[in-house]
């Protein structure tokens, strides 16, 4: 019997209607979610427990570091049962709205605490409400990521719509920081209070602005993409799931040749990531000696590397593919990251004070973040075709568990980057809270050239893990094809 026209065209092959720009506009806000908690984890939840409420800096590591790895153990859980899911909104919306609440009002907590505690009650103050933020947005965040693949499974579409997700992650959380620097901590200065990073009533405003934003981030993308739910993919039918069977199908699905290389590139890069944060703040203070208002001028950067990275992302997917188009786009933005240290350990560019100095920095550095979020988005689309490819060999739909795993070394390998920046800092002599001018120069070039050679061993090794993906446009498409011919034949 002959094949019929939608088993052979790709783009006749059944699916649910294209995503309409209201729907890529809900799904990507709703990672404003996440970029709200990794501001406040990232860059202020140190800061605000240690100096400002008192607590001992290591004990807020270790709450912190404790919460971090509880979470990391409960995202296979997380995705693992939000593929399984039944209800009448489907597999993924249940969790959705069921975090709103609960996460908004925590997270205004964790920036409220009780006035006059001692430190083992704060710490575990901190600690219960961590461990619960993580977990809360675990469970929005990994079903809400998993949609992508069920509300297109067209191969340039999902670009499209990760696109979105990336802009709206980097935009919301960069303004987070914006807002505390530029706004809050000025406006809170008090005749007692001379730096407004040291007011508790700063904090309370952030975690109120932050509270609401992830209500409304959660609320609108599940909103926004409920009339996409007669779409989605259908849970497995009922059955009967032991530990053991759980955690064997849980194997199965990820032991795909491509989604390991994925997985394995995923811990270097994070690992480099971690390293490159870690550092950037030494980078603008000691190696290039900018100011504070320099420094956040280049923070503010970041909004139109949002814009770079979302725009061309699609237009790569389209042209030269997901897999040749990341690795091309990886390969220029990590070899060009470090190019502005190098190219001051030659001597090529003029001495720190120069106002061309600081503008090449910020351009470079506003180029190469859009390029790395172009390759970030391209990564997660790839990983978005991993669903039909598992599909194929293992009849079930496991959305959640690889945008789960990914998430869960991400986690597992955060703490590495810092350990390896605190290393570079060693080797190299730099002190803990030494003044940048005092430092020597001999040790600022140390700083640059210990670090170049690391940042790029990294990402290059990241490149390379990941060429060991497999999965084109001709096979997406020929794996949507099979499915068709699946269904059809059932």
Known sequence: MAESPDAQNPSSVPGPPPPSLWTKLAYGFGAGVSGVKDNGFAYFLLLFYSQVVGLDARLVGLALTIALM???IIDP???????????????????MYFAALPLSSI?????????????LATFWYLLGLAVVIRMTVSIYEIPSTALAPELTPDYDQRSSLLSF????GWTVGNTMSVLMFAVLFPMFVTADIKNGQFNREAYQVYGIIGSVIMFVGIMGSALGTHSRIPHLKAPPPKRDLSLA???KEIFETLSNRSFIALFA????????????????????NYFWQFSSQQSGLITTGVFGSAIIGAVLAPIVSRTIGKKRGAIIIGLIAFLGSPMPIV?????????????????????????????????QILSASMMADLVEQSEIKTG??????????????????????????????????????????????????????????????????????????????????ENLRTLARTRAAE
């Open 165 to 168: 997700r990336s802009f709206f």
């Open 396 to 477: 079930r739909r496991s959305e959640g568990v690889f945008f789960a795993a990914i998430a869960f070394i991400r986690q597992m390998v955060n703490g590495l980057g810092l350990i390896t920046a605190t290393f570079v800092l060693t080797v190299a002599g730099v002190q803990a809270g030494a003044d940048p001018t005092q430092v020597s120069e001999d040790t600022i070039w140390r700083m640059g050239a210990y670090y170049v050679p690391t940042i790029l061993a990294l990402w290059m090794t990241m490149i390379a893990i990941m060429s060991g993906y497999r999965i084109t446009r001709e096979g997406h498409e």
């Open 245 to 247: 069977k759980i955690f």
């Open 107 to 119: 997270y205004f907590l964790l920036w409220s605490p009780p006035v006059g505690w001692s430190d």
């Open 343 to 375: 190219l001051r350990l030659l001597g090529i560019l003029p001495d720190n004070g120069d106002p061309f100095v600081f503008w090449f920095v910020f351009t470079a550095t506003l180029i190469d973040v859009g390029l790395i979020i172009c390759f």
């Open 265 to 284: 590139a995923a811990a270097f890069g994070s690992v480099a990531a971690g390293l490159s944060a870690a550092l950037s703040f030494y980078f603008f």
């Open 77 to 95: 859980v997380v995705g693992y049962w939000s593929d399984n899911f039944r209800s009448r909104w489907g597999r993924r919306h249940p969790f």
């Open 70 to 72: 509880m979470d990391a």
